[in-house]
Structures are given as C-alpha cells and as structure tokens.
T-cell receptor, first 114, second 110 residues
Framework: GAGVSQTPSNKVTEKGKYVELRCDPI?????LYWYRQSLGQGPEFLIY????????DSGLPNDRFFAVRPEGSVSTLKIQRTERGDSAVYLC????????????FGSGTRLTVV | GENVEQHPSTLSVQEGDSAVIKCTYS??????FPWYKQELGKRPQLIID?????GEKKDQRIAVTLNKTAKHFSLHITETQPEDSAVYFC?????????FGAGTTVTVRA
C-alpha cells in the first residue's frame, strides 16, 4: 500500500478483555516495528520484526503482550487481560531494512481501557 | 540502553522568530539522529535527520547540529510560521531501534 495502515484507529475495551491491533506495512518493507506512545511522551519501542520472526521483543512490558507476523507482511499486536495502564496510542512503523532510518509510521491505534 | 533527554518541554515563539530544541543522548554508539514532527492526532513524520559523520545539516528553514563529543544535538527552525506549531521529537539510534525524547510542544504566535 501507499502507507502504513493501522486498524482500528480507536479501540475502547473493558479492563480484563483481550484486544488485537492490526498493522499493514508498506509493501516490500521487511522490517516492522511496534511502539507505544503514552500521553505527553515520546514513542517507546515494543518489538521489531525482520520478515516473519521477532528479532527483538525486549520492549514488550510483560507476558500479556504478544505480536505476530506470520507471513512477513501484516502484523497483529495482541494484549491479554487488558489493564487501565495499557491505555496509549500504539504505533506501527515499517522500513526497507533493519536500520533506524527509513521509518514510515502508521497513524496509530488509540487504545482506551475502561 | 539509550537514554534521550529533550529540552524544553514547551516553547512559544513569535511568528518569524527562531526556535531551538536541544537533546542529549547517553549511548556513544548511537550514529543516527532523526527529528520527527507530530501534529495532534497524527502520525510522527520525519522532518530531518543527521548521521554521526556529519556535524550539521540544513533543509530550507530547518537545520540540525550534532556534537558527538558532548553527545548532544539540536534542531533549529528559522522564520517560524503558524504551521510549524506541533510536537517535535528527537531520537537516537545505533541499529534498528529508535529511542525518543519526551517531546517539545512548539506554539508559534501570530
């Protein structure tokens, strides 16, 4: 596609529920990243995929968070047993190679846990 | 890991004046320093970047300077316009991961 697409744009869920956030990267971009942006803060790294594999998941805050990219394109970030502290904007980005440059960010999914 | 600090957190300037935002980083191995502009509810967009082998880079009204020895870099916006109002983030990277500062909210007063 022309840009990085994230769905849904907004998600409100009740505490304890399970949510899935989807990212559709730019076609041909092998690197995909998830970041989390809390209100008034800069984005924080969650996970990096190179192709289908998670090359670095060191930013995932705990085992309630999991992400997949089964075919090396679309990625899904999954959050189990959501907590109010998970409320944030979840940003996805993709790039051609696995370096810090060439990132294109999506518009994000604003997750609100009530 | 990398720690990036950004100052000031808010900046109000008169239209036509200059704006300067400063960042420091902790990891001497970082070699790539992008700046992003984020308007309310929108995605971060790259406005300029600099690599560690360059001390300064300019693109029209925007310039970035890097001091590797002191581990700090700065964004300079000249002749500010109302459309420059946004949140600006600096970041540092040594590989694939970007470490961001907390952001500077810039308001350009007409």
């Amino acid at each position: 596609g022309a840009g990085v697409s994230q769905t849904p744009s907004n998600k409100v869920t009740e505490k304890g529920k399970y949510v899935e956030l989807r990212c559709d990267p730019i076609s041909g971009h092998t690197a995909l990243y998830w970041y989390r942006q809390s209100l008034g803060q800069g984005p924080e790294f969650l996970i990096y995929f190179q192709g289908t594999g998670a090359a670095d998941d060191s930013g995932l805050p705990n085992d309630r968070f999991f992400a997949v990219r089964p075919e090396g394109s679309v990625s899904t970030l999954k959050i189990q047993r959501t907590e109010r502290g998970d409320s944030a904007v979840y940003l996805c980005a993709s790039s051609l190679g696995g370096t810090g440059d060439g990132y294109t960010f999506g518009s994000g999914t604003r997750l609100t846990v009530v | 890991g990398e720690n990036v600090e950004q100052h000031p957190s808010t900046l109000s300037v008169q239209e036509g004046d200059s704006a300067v935002i400063k960042c420091t980083y902790s990891d001497s191995a970082s070699n790539y320093f992008p700046w992003y502009k984020q308007e309310l509810g929108k995605r971060p967009q790259l406005i300029i970047d600099i690599r560690s082998n360059v001390g300064e880079k300019k693109d029209q009204r925007i310039a970035v300077t890097l001091n590797k020895t002191a581990k700090h870099f700065s964004l300079h916006i000249t002749e500010t316009q109302p459309e420059d109002s946004a949140v600006y983030f600096c970041a540092a990277s040594r590989d694939y991961k970007l470490s961001f500062g907390a952001g500077t909210t810039v308001t350009v007063r007409a």
